[in-house]
């Protein structure tokens, strides 16, 4: 493309192409599932935790650039982190993606401030925001699938 | 032809001998001549909804601020005025359509309540336990859902005659699926989602062999070719305004009259009765039957002058546009070998499925749209259809008489930058 793409960064082409922890954990601790009906996306995140700790976390499932790349480097920001740190994460990114001034977003997300262009596209923000209410629900050990609607 | 001949012909209708003068119909569309983040628009989602003349906005306009009163009840002449501007949109619609008189075209929000009226009155006085409605796989989910609920209310059967790889009804199939038991077909006239044309004359000539009475879904059909519900012998056909470069809000079931005079009432309320009395009510006749309450009277005004708009440029004359602009249009997508179209058949209207290799399609459309260039991303309302060619979703490109090859060529090139996004 010609012009720089605010939304299409190449990090998230390439988690996108190539994703991080992606496919079943077998021995984990909880899992939830996701779904936009909207667009057919759908995703499971599987977590395993020991003393409060991520241990591991992966996440199965297909869907678009932007949900695969916000699935796949949500695993890698979250592994290892405590759980409150977890959902803090989450906090900060839904933010920054709403482009929600009342909290602070970007600061201390890191790689995930590549989805900051995503506030420019609402009808894109729930594919980023998918997987993060999926771990929510995964945390919270929710039986109820997550739908987007 | 000779200049004066040639003058008028300018002044009534864009279509000067064989040439489709699409530039000119463009200026009379406002919402086509914006820009997107500096790109011009091009709106290649007509399917979803089409945008509408000057016509139209201006007669919704007109009515709202000259004639604006409720109809059927004032003695007054603004009340006067809209009953005469409600009625008369009802006439062009009876006309436009080919129905045999104005009291069978019943005014509704859209296709998709004109489904539901038939599915709610109709289903539920002739279907019962282990009856059969027969739809295609090609079906919107507003020639689904209403039948599955009446399927439910009834114990009745939903039966789908299935399609080819093209995306065609196999008509064997179809023949085969016809029983003692089906008490009604319903089919879209053209799929949204694959542009497929279906032989709706053919297919209602063999249901009514069998006594069997159609409902034709015509909301992808009547803003694009000429529409003719007695030629094709529909029992219902039903279709959208704002599909058909009218409002929203606004659309119509054409109801063959001895047929929906039978037909109870669907919604109870002003406007639908005779007389009403704790003991008794009588319901009016067909179409008053099943307009309760105040309708969108704007919107049947509006609607209205879409009508009078397309009969003007002349729907022959956009047909045939339409069908060269789609041969150009394949011809130039199937160039892109990263890019599948999803619906082949051999009689098709100006809709693109189709699929781009390692790109999701919401991510396609979003690229797109960067571009200025309007897409439709994701199941169409048609997910069995999805499923049955194993995609999750398609990205769409629907045309209408105001597109361009010119377009064309701007979204050939966006799916280029696309493809390099995705490489």
Same mark, same amino acid.
């Given at each position: 493309m010609s012009e720089t793409n605010d939304l299409y960064q190449e990090v998230i082409l390439d988690h996108y192409k190539r994703p991080r922890n992606h496919g079943r954990l077998g021995d984990a601790d909880c899992h939830a599932e996701g779904q936009n009906p909207l667009c057919g996306d759908h995703v499971t995140v599987y977590v395993k935790v020991k003393g409060g700790i991520v241990e591991e976390i992966t996440f199965e499932g297909s869907g678009c650039a932007i949900s695969t790349a916000s699935a796949s480097l949500m695993t890698e920001t979250i592994k290892g982190k405590t759980l409150d740190e977890a959902k803090a994460f989450f906090r900060k990114f839904h933010a920054m993606v709403t482009g929600d001034e009342e909290v602070d977003g970007g600061d201390g997300l890191g790689k995930l401030t590549v989805f900051a262009g995503v506030c420019q596209y609402p009808a894109r923000v729930k594919c980023a925001t998918l997987v993060w209410h999926t771990l929510d629900a995964a945390l919270d050990n929710r039986r109820e699938p997550i739908s987007t609607e | 032809m000779s200049t004066i001949a040639s003058a008028v012909s300018r002044m009534v209708t864009p279509v000067v001998g064989d040439t489709f003068d699409v530039e000119r119909v463009r200026? #009379?569309?406002? @919402?086509?001549l914006q820009s997107i983040d500096g790109k011009p628009l091009v709106y290649l989602d007509s399917a979803a909804t089409t945008q509408k003349p000057d016509a139209v906005i201006e007669a919704v306009e007109r009515f709202y601020r000259e004639d604006n009163a409720n109809i059927h009840r004032g003695v007054h002449r603004l009340s006067v005025r809209a009953t005469d501007a409600y009625e008369s949109a009802r006439r062009k619609v009876a006309r436009f359509v080919g129905a045999s008189r104005p009291e069978e075209i019943v005014f509704v929000r859209g296709a998709t309540e004109a489904i539901n009226l038939v599915a709610q009155t109709f289903g539920r006085t002739h279907l019962g336990v282990g009856d059969e409605v027969l739809i295609s796989h090609m079906e919107h989910h507003a020639n689904i859902v209403p039948w599955q609920m009446l399927c439910e209310q009834t114990g009745a059967q939903l039966r789908v005659m299935p399609i080819n790889d093209r995306g065609e009804i196999i008509i064997d199939e179809y023949e085969r699926l016809l029983g003692p038991r089906t008490k009604l077909v319903s089919i879209a006239h053209v799929s949204n989602a694959l542009g497929t044309i279906n032989p709706v004359q053919g297919m209602i000539a063999l249901a009514h062999a069998r006594g069997i009475p159609v409902l034709v879904d015509g909301a992808q059909a009547v803003p694009h070719m000429k529409v003719d519900v007695r030629t094709l012998d529909a029992d219902f056909y039903v279709f959208s305004g704002h599909k058909t470069f009218g409002p929203t809000g606004i659309g119509a079931l054409y109801g063959r009259y001895e047929l929906l005079d039978q037909l109870p009432p669907y919604q109870g309320g002003? #406007?639908?009765?005779t007389s009403v009395t704790f003991e008794k009510t009588t319901y009016a006749k067909a179409p008053q039957r099943f307009e309760a309450g105040t309708p969108h009277i704007a919107g049947a005004v509006g609607l209205g002058a879409a009508i009078d708009y397309l009969e003007a440029v002349g729907l022959q004359g956009i047909t045939a546009y339409e069908h060269e602009l789609l041969t150009y249009a394949t011809e130039a997508l199937s160039g892109l070998p990263e890019v599948h179209l999803v619906g082949t058949a051999r #009689?098709? @209207?100006g809709v693109l499925s189709f699929t781009v290799d390692g790109a999701h399609p919401h991510d396609v459309g979003t690229i797109l749209d960067q571009q200025g260039i309007a897409v439709r991303a994701g199941h169409h309302c048609a997910q069995p259809v999805m499923e049955r060619f194993g995609v999750p979703a398609t990205v769409r490109a629907s045309l209408a008489f105001y597109n361009t090859r010119e377009e064309i060529d701007v979204l050939v090139r966006g799916l280029r930058g696309v493809i390099e996004v995705f490489r």
């Open positions: - | 200026r #009379d569309f406002p @919402a086509l002003g #406007d639908m009765i #009689d098709k @209207a």
